[in-house]
């Protein structure tokens, strides 16, 4: 906790990380339809996601306090193709309690502050719309809008599901 602010600290991604980021995304691939997987990726995979990450200079950031880690983001490129190139996917999950505390805006804050300054321009969020607005609120509060709706493109705990596409311009 950063003894200034309040607030979560948050800082890059390690390694050493990978278990709890791993238990934190199970959480949502088994309870809720924030993402589309249907089996947990585990501890290895988080650490060749978070060295993928790194050597392509995005950033993976957590966010911790007392020891204990409170949620993660990251930014990745939105397609491969090269003129994709300065435009990225925002990624956020929450530790299971810790919505509603302002950690989500805290890492949100901090992912889009190190994109601008890697010079991306525009950045996307893929949210489903499963009825709960807080990752769309979270997002509208750094100026994210509305870019799209896709229509019933994930199945999942036996319905099928609407993603929204919500887009900020950092420029």
Do not use: C, N
Request: no cysteine.
């Amino acid at each position: 906790m950063d003894a200034t602010t309040g607030r979560p600290a948050i800082r890059p991604a390690t390694a050493d990380d990978a278990a709890a980021i791993a238990g934190i995304y199970a959480h949502y691939v088994e309870h809720s339809v924030a993402t589309f997987d249907l089996e947990s990726p585990d501890e290895a995979w988080w650490q060749a996601k978070l060295a993928d990450l790194a050597a392509a200079g995005w950033p993976f950031l957590v966010a911790e306090a007392d020891g204990e880690l409170l949620g993660f983001g990251y930014l990745a490129p939105w397609r491969v193709k090269p003129a994709y190139r300065q435009t990225v996917e925002d990624t956020i999950y929450l530790a299971p309690g810790r919505t509603g505390r302002g950690t989500g805006r805290a890492l949100l804050g901090a992912l889009l502050e190190q994109g601008r300054a890697a010079g991306v321009r525009q950045v996307i969020a893929v949210v489903t719309d499963s009825g709960d607005p807080s990752s769309v609120r979270l997002h509208g509060a750094f100026g994210f809008v509305e870019a799209g709706r896709l229509r019933a493109v994930g199945f999942k705990h036996g319905r099928w599901l609407d993603t929204l596409v919500l887009q900020a311009d950092l420029t």
